[in-house]
């Protein structure tokens, strides 16, 4: 299972941490992406890391301003958002996948587990 959590409200201009906690999975093991939906819009993938940890990406829209990291440790994967804007409202979800392809990174479609979700929400 996949737990995310850490949304919130906050002011544009600010920031959070959302967390990705696995539990009976060795993440380090997995792609796993943050994707976020707003209302009425697609699932849209913000930023992930293929099986091997060796290729990370980031959406042109969340560029330079969300960072996603992993503490294997810990088993989990966070993604900070900095300068946040009302367009970044949505909710946010957290899934993984242990076969999936790094052309496929950004596919909602190939990843077999999912976190619940969790909302940010960014007034102006």
């Known amino acids: 299972q996949l737990q995310a959590s850490g949304g919130g409200l906050v002011q544009a201009g600010g920031s959070l941490r959302l967390s990705c906690v696995a539990s009976?999975?060795?993440?380090?093991?997995?792609?796993v992406a943050w994707f976020r939906q707003a209302p009425g819009k697609e699932r849209e993938y913000v930023a992930g890391y293929s099986r091997t940890g060796g290729y990370t990406y980031h959406a042109d829209s969340v560029k330079g301003r969300f960072t996603i990291s992993r503490d294997n440790a810990k088993n989990t994967v966070y993604l900070q958002m900095n300068s946040l804007k009302p367009e970044d409202t949505a909710v946010y979800y957290c899934?993984?996948?242990?076969?999936?392809?790094?052309?496929?990174?950004?596919?909602?479609?190939?990843?077999?587990?999912w976190g619940q979700g969790t909302q940010v929400t960014v007034s102006s």
């Open positions: 899934a993984a996948d242990s076969s999936i392809i790094t052309l496929s990174l950004r596919d909602p479609v190939q990843y077999d587990y």
């Open positions: 009976g999975r060795t993440l380090s093991r997995y792609a």
